[in-house]
């Protein structure tokens, strides 16, 4: 019997961006918001279901309009869960939230112009651009 193999390229042309700041989700929203002037609004929180039958829930902002989507995601799970790893992202588990940026707003906003609009927040302690392909977990960044 002859074996078909299903072979999927995933599409990765966005940009991102992990983020270290001790505040909260929703007020780390609020301040992006106010700083690009843009509107992210909370969704429902993602849901993996990790190899144990454990659930890690991520909670995520997003905004969208004709050309461009913006999401933030927080890297740890919500709540306290008996796992080893509770991060989104665990090769980048050092960031506090992960910023991504795909259609007109990845080339109108350039990384430079990205970081100094970051630097003018006080919560913000560090930002560092990512290489999505270089990551083991990119998959979770698909929706």
Avoid at 99 to 114: C, D, F, T, V
Wanted: hydrophobic residues 40%; charged residues 25%.
């Amino acid at each position: 019997m002859k074996t078909l193999y299903l072979d999927i390229e995933y599409d990765f042309s966005f940009a991102l961006f992990g983020v270290v700041a001790s505040c909260r989700d929703y007020k780390m929203a609020w301040s992006i918001n106010r700083v690009l002037g843009l509107n992210l609004t909370r969704q429902q929180d993602i849901c993996y279901e990790l190899e144990d039958r454990q659930k890690m829930y991520i909670s995520h902002f997003e905004h969208n309009d004709t050309h461009s989507t913006v999401r933030l995601f927080r890297n740890k799970a919500l709540g306290t869960l008996a796992v080893k790893r509770p991060y989104m992202l665990p090769d980048v588990k050092e960031y506090d939230y992960i910023l991504q940026l795909s259609g007109a707003l990845q080339q109108y906003l350039n990384p430079q112009e990205l970081f100094r609009k970051f630097q003018s927040l006080p919560m913000i302690q560090y930002a560092k651009q990512f290489d999505p392909l270089t990551l083991k977990n990119k998959e979770h960044l698909l929706f």
